[in-house]
């Protein structure tokens, strides 16, 4: 969906007047609008992440997630035999501002110059503010860097290595449905604007949330109480669609917070995931402050493990990160790649990504491949 220009630092005006025009919106349309309107959105914008932002990431904890990411595909890709150019593609998606892909191409430089030489790095990027922030990071060292808008706009050839996202696909828009038992199976919230509030609105279920609900187990449904909530994201199944079907030979992975199979219906998480976020704290109100805080939504790997085996992948895991990252280590340290020599610092690092009072229980990865 085209975006209006901001005329006002944040989108709040834009999205009102939007309401003006056509009635309530859906909060898919809510949340792209806060989160990437161009200038004025949320991740449009510089800011910090870690310690003086509004939240961490794996890749604010320090490099060595970069390094154990950049030693495991080192190891995907000896496996996959080269397209005829020679050069295999490490392809980036929800890159923010190329840290991650610094840490990555840093530690395969040095520590496996081979698979460096014979590599492209490819950034997915749709937003031209982004762009910028990662090419002055990254155009001055490493010049093998490329970068394309959107899986269409990929070069002529199919990848052949790996397709990769970390905390990409919880930003993607939702769309907010809740169970109503007295009428309809499934209401959709919508968004209005009403004195000086946005508020919720129930409505009909939009086009676009009636095709990505899922067929729900038999007898599941009939369990959930009535104003259950639950998100689906059309947006996150499309583009792991595209990203699946641009993968020729190799692996494709995400790492990102969710749920797997019947996790996401348990009747006890009656309230939905949705969570907006400033000054890591959870902020009292979703629809407050549009463009001024974090929006986030647990990510359903069970829905994108289904759109990767429709597009011909299979499936290798649904792994939580502390093991992820674990076992990349352990092979680390059997190969000698340089895990055993790392600083108290790199240890404290390693346990924050791992640990699962921090970020090794709720964070997983979902890898899929095609041989």
Known sequence: MAFQKCDTQRPGADIREEIARGGPITFARFMELALYAPDCGYYERPREIGRRGDFFTS??????????????????????????????????????????????????????????????????????????????????????????????????????????????????????????????????????????????????????????????????????????????????????????????????????????????????RWGGTLRAYAGHHVATGVLDNPGGQDITAHVNFLFLREAGEAAGLGTEGVLRQSRFLTEIFQRGVMEKTGFAAWTAAQIRQFQTLTHPEHLGHRFRALIQSRR
Request: hydrophobic letters at 45%.
């Open 59 to 268: 890749v604010s904890v320090g490099p060595v997630f970069g390094g154990l990411l950049a030693c495991q595909f080192a190891q995907w890709l000896e496996k996959i035999a080269p397209p005829t150019e020679g050069l295999w593609q490490l392809v980036e998606a929800g890159a923010h501002d190329g840290q991650l892909a610094l840490d990555v191409l840093r530690w395969l430089r040095q520590r496996r110059p081979d698979v460096f030489a014979r590599l492209e790095y490819w950034i997915i990027e749709p937003s031209p503010g982004r762009r910028a922030w990662q090419e002055r990071k990254l155009s001055n060292e490493f010049t093998k860097v490329k970068w394309a808008c959107d899986f269409g706009g990929w070069v002529s050839r199919p990848v052949h290595g790996v397709i990769f996202c970390n905390e990409l696909l919880d930003a993607m828009p939702v769309h907010r449905l809740c169970r109503d038992a007295s009428g309809p199976q499934w209401l959709e919230w919508r968004v209005n604007w009403s004195g000086q509030d946005f508020v919720w609105q129930k409505g009909h279920l939009s086009n676009e949330a009636a095709a990505a609900l899922p067929r729900l187990p038999a007898g599941v449904e009939a369990v959930l109480p009535d104003g259950y909530v639950i998100e689906v994201s059309p947006a996150a199944i499309q583009w792991w669609s595209r990203a699946a079907a641009s993968l020729a030979r190799g692996k494709i992975l995400a790492l990102d917070y969710g749920w797997d199979a019947e996790e996401w219906l348990d009747p006890a």
